[in-house]
C-alpha cells in the first residue's frame, strides 16, 4: 500500500523520519507501507530460501539480514 502523499520525500527525509523503521520503504520518492504479512513476505522467505541454499552450497559464511537500508547512486532512489 502506498501512502498518500502531498510531495515526495527526499532520501533524507525517509532516513530521519522513518529510517529505523523496517516496516517502511521509499521508492521514488513515495512513502510505501510494506506489509508484514501475505504476498510479501511470501515472496520474501521463498527468495531468502533459496539464496540461503545457493549460499551454504558454495560454502560461504555470509548471512542475509532480515532489514538493512541500501542508497543507491542514483537520483530515483528506493530504501527498505
Known sequence: MTLASSSLLSIEEFL?????NPRYE????ELIDRSPTGFHETVAGKVISQ?????NRQGYQWVIPRTCLIRPLADAVTAH
Open 16 to 20: 530521519s523520519s522513518y529510517g529505523n
Open 51 to 55: 539464496l540461503s541454499i545457493e549460499i
Open 26 to 29: 521509499l521508492a521514488d520518492g
